[in-house]
């Protein structure tokens, strides 16, 4: 019955049809099913070969020239996506015939496996250098990836996304690579390593995301004024000047230190989140001056100090703080913050006329008993205050203590909630 229908329509909307295929197993099938069929294929925009395309390939061919068959069937391929094994032989011949017409490639290149540390062979042209066939590209995806030698790249004049996952990098070669995409408007490394230092200058970035794997030492320095959204993971040095249309920024260091940050004025800020296990205490107090309009405010840092030793937060006066957020509407505090927060001098600013106007949720993560009253005040004093507050949630984490006061802290905090039962809540 499908067939015969699929009989019974034009050629243009059979070739419409069939053209939104794009796993290389489905095309191959459908070029066996019928002359008309088959015809049909050459007309398809997309070609995508999955990881196990060719576990059971038998015969002379190789996996190289089953896709360089396919490719060379379709009359303008724009997008093609490929997750097997392939070699830069291979891949050479596939975007010299395809390239001008390609827009989108997505390789999972694998070189790193391929090439251990040392032992990389520069005799021949490599997996990168043959993506500059493909001069027309506006999206490319590459997983996998060894550049410690500067791709031999014209410019991607056309190039608005790039995304590497799982790369070793050196940084030369990863900063001329970005050179030759100059009108990038979306960039993601993820999971990179080998980067020590990187500066990046793109005019039109919009959408930036950039996770370096290792130390947590590296240094980054970013120019690019349409900037909307930012995430840095791994740096401990960040410097980004131009922050006019920045919305969304997000910097966290799992394994190292954060020393320095350096932002102009955070004017368009409505969500800031700063994660690690150290932070330095001017780096701190500037970001959190800088983001005086934000709008929903996570902090997960567990200590301060500019050096080895892990110190506590120095004390935060609530009333100031809120003053200088007069925008915020939703707070995550986690442990050493809300710690400040809750100083027994914290509070002893606090007038009649004084409101946090906009908070609407909160959410408090909380370890430790110590200060169970200052505490207790605080908690009380952001439900008073906070005239349009809907949610609260107190996380009660890892609290581990022989003490009764443990016990009484957290009587404390169910009565809590019980007097406010509409509003806060214990997880």
Same mark, same amino acid.
């Given at each position: ?284 107090? $500037? #970001? %959190? +001056?800088?983001? !005086? ?8 840092? *567990?200590?301060?100090?500019? /050096? ?86 107190? $996380? #009660? %984490? +890892?609290?581990? !203590? ?8 957290? *009587?404390?905090?169910?009565? /809590? ?11």
């Amino acid at each position: 019955m499908g067939f015969a229908l699929m009989d019974s329509l034009p050629d243009a909307l059979v070739q419409c049809i069939l053209g939104h295929m794009a796993n290389a197993r489905d095309v191959a099938t459908c070029t066996c099913v019928s002359k008309r069929w088959k015809d049909s294929m050459p007309y398809l925009k997309s070609l995508y070969f999955p990881r196990n395309s060719f576990e059971n390939l038998n015969g002379a061919d190789s996996s190289d020239n089953v896709v360089f068959t396919m490719i060379s069937s379709v009359v303008k391929l724009e997008q093609l996506v490929v997750y097997c094994p392939f070699s830069s032989a291979g891949l050479a011949s596939w975007l010299s015939y395809a390239g001008p017409s390609l827009r989108h490639l997505e390789l999972r290149m694998d070189n790193i496996s391929e090439h251990p540390v040392g032992f990389e062979d520069n005799s021949k042209p490599s997996k990168l250098d043959c993506i500059a066939y493909a001069k027309n590209l506006e999206s490319l995806k590459l997983w996998g990836v060894l550049m410690t030698h500067t791709p031999q790249w014209d410019f991607f004049q056309s190039l608005r996304n790039l995304e590497i996952v799982g790369a070793r990098l050196e940084d030369p070669a990863l900063s001329i690579a970005l050179q030759a995409c100059p009108n990038l408007t979306h960039l993601l490394l993820l999971g990179c390593e080998g980067v020590r230092s990187v500066s990046i200058e793109l005019p039109h970035l919009e959408q930036c995301k950039l996770d370096f794997y290792g130390w947590g030492n590296c240094s980054l320095s970013l120019i690019s004024p349409k900037l909307e959204s930012l995430e840095v993971q791994g740096c401990s040095w960040i410097r980004v000047r131009e922050t006019q249309c920045l919305r969304n920024l997000s910097i966290a260091n799992s394994a190292g230190r954060v020393y320095m940050v350096d932002f102009g004025k955070l004017a368009s800020l409505e969500f800031l989140s700063i994660r690690g296990v150290q932070w330095c205490w001017d780096a701190i107090s $500037k #970001i %959190l +001056q800088w983001a !005086s309009e934000v709008k929903h405010l996570y902090m997960k840092v *567990e200590f301060t100090g500019d /050096f080895e030793a892990l110190l506590p937060f120095p004390e935060i006066d609530f009333v100031e703080f809120f003053n200088s957020h007069p925008k915020l509407q939703k707070f995550d505090i986690h442990g050493a913050m809300f710690a400040a927060l809750c100083q027994k001098n914290s509070l002893k600013n606090v007038d009649s006329s004084f409101m946090i106007p906009c908070l609407e949720e909160v959410l408090i993560t909380v370890r430790s008993p110590l200060n169970a009253e200052q505490k207790m005040s605080t908690l009380e004093s952001l439900l008073k205050y906070g005239k349009n507050l809907k949610s609260m949630v107190v $996380k #009660i %984490l +890892q609290m581990k !203590s022989n003490h009764s006061s443990v016990d009484d802290f957290f *009587e404390d905090i169910c009565r /809590f909630r019980y007097m406010n039962r509409k509003i806060v809540r214990i997880e």
